[in-house]
């Protein structure tokens, strides 16, 4: 599953998968970005995949969802060099009982981005000349 990251201009990015693209950096300093910053984009995929999840998870139970909308909001350590914690309120409009909207929820903690981030992977970054 591999996501391949190219140079667009000097501080703006783009990352490439299965034909789609996501543009993220800014040229500099001073300048605005350029698309999202680039740890936004990683609070967005978590929230668009919890999303999706918790979609997902509705509908094989049989709920009749009319709309669904989040907002993650995102605690930084005081250093402002990574999140401490991740709160995500999801906003279903649904005619659902107390315990189906449980099932979707456990279902919605579960995803992929979720499940990765809780199992701390290993992770290795290498660089070389070309």
Same mark, same amino acid.
């Given at each position: 599953?591999?996501?391949?990251? !190219? @140079?667009?201009?000097?501080?703006?990015?783009k990352a490439e998968y299965n034909g789609f693209e996501?543009?993220? &950096?800014?040229?500099?300093?001073? *300048?605005?970005? =350029? &698309?999202?910053?680039? %740890?936004?984009?990683?609070?967005? &995929?978590? %929230?668009?995949? !919890?999303?999706?999840?918790?979609?997902? @998870?509705?509908? /094989?139970? &049989?709920?009749?969802? *009319? %709309?669904?909308?989040?907002?993650? +909001? !995102?605690?930084?350590?005081?250093?402002?060099?990574?999140? *401490?914690?991740? +709160?995500?309120?999801?906003? /279903?409009?649904?005619? =659902?009982? #107390?315990?189906?909207?449980? #099932?979707?929820?456990? #279902?919605? #903690?579960?995803?992929?981005? @979720? +499940?990765t981030i809780r199992n701390q992977p290993e992770m290795?970054?290498?660089?070389?000349? =070309?």
């Amino acid at each position: 599953m591999p996501v391949n990251i !190219t @140079q667009v201009d000097r501080g703006v990015l783009k990352a490439e998968y299965n034909g789609f693209e996501v543009i993220a &950096g800014r040229p500099s300093e001073d *300048e605005d970005y =350029v &698309g999202m910053p680039w %740890g936004v984009v990683m609070f967005a &995929g978590l %929230g668009l995949c !919890t999303v999706s999840r918790a979609l997902d @998870q509705a509908e /094989l139970r &049989g709920i009749k969802v *009319e %709309g669904i909308s989040a907002v993650v +909001n !995102t605690k930084l350590h005081k250093s402002g060099r990574y999140a *401490e914690a991740f +709160n995500i309120d999801i906003e /279903l409009k649904a005619d =659902v009982p #107390e315990d189906k909207l449980k #099932e979707v929820l456990y #279902e919605a #903690e579960h995803c992929f981005a @979720q +499940n990765t981030i809780r199992n701390q992977p290993e992770m290795n970054v290498a660089i070389k000349l =070309v």
